[in-house]
């Protein structure tokens, strides 16, 4: 028998959950007026802690959303956005005990998708999410400025925090969700990721972009000092935090404007789209590099048959999937994945997959062929790789765009 309980949170053990899960990720704990700004968004529902002598050791937060997925359509999905474990109790099965009362709930919800940032790489893969999109850190050395004929029309405008705060969401949800793996920020999450920055922490500003049809992108950036006492002067970093454009002239026009802003030695965006086309919109393409690219949102198919008929898929051959997920059984099975849908089937299997790398899959970032090298899939027949590839590859590569 284990010595401790997993169940959902009750109200009042929200703040010491917070609390918890900021200590495992050393951050600095709320103030009590903090507390009282922004506590209420850290609601009970969706949060499971594990319990040793009614004291929390451990946390798993997550709260609804809609994720968008290739060829157009939004799933339900659960953005896991806290998980900690004290650290006097880790390695020793909390996470396990959380991870699968967690999915276990979510898949009797009727939840389609899970999705998360992560701490580190080594940790969920066993719990069936994988890296499902990924994101690119890009810095402009200035000066720099747009190549003639880059197509930015339109207007720039700086907003004060107020009016950050009021006009923010109501233009990210009319941007929409574009890129498979962008998600809806509902309610509770602009207090804690957003507001905070522009209307209380200082220091980040926010450009509105205008175009013909009215404001159709923003910018959230501060100025990072990069002196240290002795060493060398770099000069101020331009570090962008948010940036979303409904089209890419908006998104061409901010970056224009981040770089004409006088004083500053670098621009520097991280989880950029990993195809957004920087060094081109240059006139000296050097000026830009892409300085990592890395794994941003991790996926997990918490309901396999909704979220593959969900999606759309390429012109080929179908193929048919043998999908294993130890965690949530009722997904294992065969899939028939083609240009007119999928669905189980119990036709024999061209390719073997864990759910884990069924997620890398789904989202349009890497192709059979490449997880097949790396010993993630087996294919009976070679061909039948190719013909997944060309099922499941997407315009644009899969993007997040939200911390959470
Ligand atoms: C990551 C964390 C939640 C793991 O919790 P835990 O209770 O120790 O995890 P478990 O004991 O259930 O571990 C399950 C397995 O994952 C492995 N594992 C878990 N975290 C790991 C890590 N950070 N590095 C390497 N392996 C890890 C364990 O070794 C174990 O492997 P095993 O099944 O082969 O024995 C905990 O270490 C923590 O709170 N870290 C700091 C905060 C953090 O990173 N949170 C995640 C935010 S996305």
Not at 83 to 111: E, F
Not at 334 to 339: A, C, L, S, T
Request: with cysteine.
């Amino acid at each position: 028998m284990s010595d401790f309980a997993v169940r959902p949170i009750t109200d009042y053990e929200r703040r010491p959950t917070f609390d918890l899960l900021l200590q495992a990720l050393h951050s600095p704990l709320p103030t009590d007026d903090a507390w009282a700004r922004f506590g209420d968004s850290w609601a009970a529902p969706g949060k499971f802690g594990a319990f040793a002598a009614d004291r929390p050791i451990g946390i798993t937060s997550g709260f609804p959303t809609t994720i968008a997925v290739p060829g157009g359509a939004s799933v339900s999905a659960t953005a896991v956005d806290g998980v900690g474990v004290r650290a006097d109790w880790t390695r020793r099965g909390v996470l396990t005990a959380l991870m699968s009362a967690q999915l276990t709930d979510l898949a009797a919800r009727g939840t389609t998708i899970a999705c998360l940032h992560a701490s580190e790489a080594v940790i969920y893969g066993r719990f069936g999410y994988g890296p499902a999109a990924l994101s690119a850190t890009v810095e402009v050395t200035r000066p720099a400025r747009l190549r003639d004929g880059a197509a930015a029309g339109g207007a720039v405008r700086l907003l004060d925090p107020a009016e950050a705060r009021d006009l923010i969401p109501v233009l990210y949800h009319r941007i929409g969700l574009h890129r498979p793996g962008m998600i809806a920020r509902p309610e509770p999450w602009w207090p804690i990721a957003h507001d905070r920055r522009v209307t209380r922490d200082g220091g980040y500003r926010v450009a509105v972009h205008t175009g013909p049809d009215g404001d159709d992108g923003f910018a959230l950036f501060c100025s990072v000092d990069q002196t240290t006492p002795g060493g060398p002067d770099h000069g101020p970093l331009l570090e962008v935090r948010d940036l979303h454009g409904a089209n890419p002239e908006a998104i061409t026009a901010l970056w224009g404007f981040l770089l004409s802003i006088d004083l500053v030695a670098t621009v520097r965006a991280s989880a950029r789209p990993a195809d957004e086309p920087v060094a081109v919109l240059l006139a000296d393409f050097r000026r830009a590099r892409t300085t990592a690219l890395e794994d941003d949102l991790w996926v997990r198919l918490v309901d396999v048959p909704a979220a593959l008929a969900a999606r759309a898929y390429g012109a080929a051959e179908p193929v048919v999937l043998d999908v294993a997920d130890r965690l949530l059984p009722a997904n294992t099975g065969r899939y028939r994945v083609g240009p007119e849908g999928a669905e189980r089937t119990d036709a024999p299997a061209d390719l073997q997959l864990d759910v884990d790398t069924l997620a890398m899959l789904y989202l349009g970032e890497w192709r059979a062929t490449t997880l097949a090298h790396a010993g993630r899939i087996t294919a009976a027949d070679p061909a039948t790789l190719t013909r997944a590839d060309r099922l499941f590859t997407t315009d644009l590569r899969p993007w997040c765009g939200t911390f959470f």
